[in-house]
T-cell receptor, first 109, second 115 residues
């Protein structure tokens, strides 16, 4: 059965810390892996990854995909309280997009 | 500013009632997804349309749920009859592309409470 597994499920850090969020997957017909950030409302797009080993970067956030080991990581450096959210990993297949359960990140002042 | 629009934003109803949720995808997008989000299950895919044709609704309880796209500007998700376990936030998302590889744009969600 196809699955997308995120870890940890929740994480509490202090401002300035660096965090690494994990997403592993077992799916047929893999097309892409996407990261979303969800605060109070709708998920918003962060990154899309389709090739192994190529880091995507946006400010303090970066992400990389390993298609051989079937996982991706999302790194956040110098965390801020505004980074507190649920981070969702999604895998695009031929006909749909499946989400993991998410990692709830809390950044304390 | 282009966005996915969902109505209603909140709905409280009694068990057994029919519920219809509506979604207006971003103009020009050709893929539309319905997801349900609960604390226990996270985001679950219910149905997926490409160019208005239903491609996958295997995640949807067929006996009570139905999803349609009567035209390119409207997608609907209907629950009849509703049950308390249907209480969740229902998200519609749209995207652009021949294959499902790209970014999805989510609506604000419809929060459904079935008493």
């Amino acid at each position: 059965e196809d699955k997308v597994v995120q870890s940890p499920l929740s994480l509490v850090v202090h401002e300035g810390d660096t965090v690494t969020l994990n997403c592993s997957y077992e799916v047929t017909n893999f097309r892409s892996l996407l990261w979303y950030k969800q605060e109070k409302k709708a998920p918003t797009f962060l990154f899309m990854l389709t090739s192994s080993g190529i880091e995507k970067k946006s400010g303090r956030l970066s992400s990389i995909l390993d298609k051989k080991e079937l996982f991706s990581i999302l790194n956040i450096t110098a965390t801020q309280t505004g980074d507190s959210a649920v981070y969702l990993c999604a895998v695009g297949r031929n006909n749909d997009m499946r989400f993991g359960a998410g990692t709830r990140l809390t950044v304390k002042p | 500013d282009a966005r996915v629009t969902q109505t209603p934003r909140h709905k409280v109803t009694e068990m057994g009632q029919e519920v219809t949720m509506r979604c207006q995808p971003i103009l020009g997008h050709n893929t539309v997804f319905w997801y349900r989000q609960t604390m226990m299950q996270g985001l679950e895919l219910l149905a997926y349309f490409r160019n208005r044709a239903p491609l996958d609704d295997s995640g949807m309880p067929k006996d009570r749920f139905s999803a349609e796209m009567p035209d390119a500007t409207l997608a609907t998700l209907k629950i009849q009859p509703s049950e308390p376990r249907d209480s969740a936030v229902y998200f519609c998302a749209s995207g652009l592309g021949r294959t499902n590889t790209g970014e999805l744009f989510f609506g604000e969600g419809s929060r459904l409470t079935v008493l």
